[in-house]
């Protein structure tokens, strides 16, 4: 993640950060004012609350769990939210919700801390420095 | 995945195959008129390609790679895409490409042979057994 972020950029987008409980993180993101989605097959299918969603105006918590998520989370946020109901990759879940949310503009982010810009071809590799 | 396929049907959609050389995999597709589209962030980028790709009424085959793919897969498929020009999930990506060449539906997708069916709830989950 590091070495990515050193590459291509983004430093002041993306932090990693390890916590015990994620619960409390959840507590406090709330409490501050914060909306919390819930991704998870069992909610409400995305094509109806992505309108309702897009309109909050407030920093956005998003969960994604594993295989088994404590049904306390499902008590304690604000959405759960199905992209689709049925069983898929929470990383295609996460991707697919935030595309729907930046309708498609996350895409085209770019960011002005990278080292190196690719340059679209229809075959091969073309990178150059940026700047 | 066959255990989810058993309780979440499917079974005539999905098939999971291990390959040694994949270029023959490629290479017999395009002899029977297939179009392969290869995903990579240094591709032509998914917007400017994906009407005239979701024009074409041949059997697609959609490659997905790890950090370092074979510059031969370039050079030998239909379409080198880049679902955004940054690092990226090669889950994500896929997930992405099928979304925008199923423009959505793929949400709504359930299987006849499937045992269980999820019921959406705003809180909590509801399992029903299906038909």
Chains 1, 2 share one sequence.
């Not at 909306?35 to 309702?52: N, S």
């Not at 002005?112 to 075959?123: F, G, T």
Request: glycine fraction near 10%; aromatic fraction near 10%; include cysteine.
């Amino acid at each position: 993640m590091d070495k990515a972020i050193e590459i291509w950029g983004g430093k002041s987008y993306f932090k990693v950060e390890t916590v015990k409980d994620g619960k409390s993180v959840v507590d406090l993101w709330r409490e501050k004012g914060g909306l919390v989605i819930h991704l998870t097959m069992y909610g409400m299918h995305i094509c109806k609350r992505i309108d309702e969603i897009s309109k909050i105006e407030k920093p956005m918590l998003v969960i994604v769990g594993s295989e088994k998520v404590d049904g306390w989370y499902y008590h304690n946020v604000d959405y759960n939210l199905a992209v689709g109901n049925q069983p898929h990759s929470e990383i295609a879940a996460l991707a697919l919700f935030l595309d729907r949310l930046y309708k498609g503009r996350e895409l085209y982010n770019t960011f002005e801390d990278s080292r190196l810009k690719i340059i679209p071809q229809e075959v091969g590799k073309k990178v150059v420095k940026n700047g």
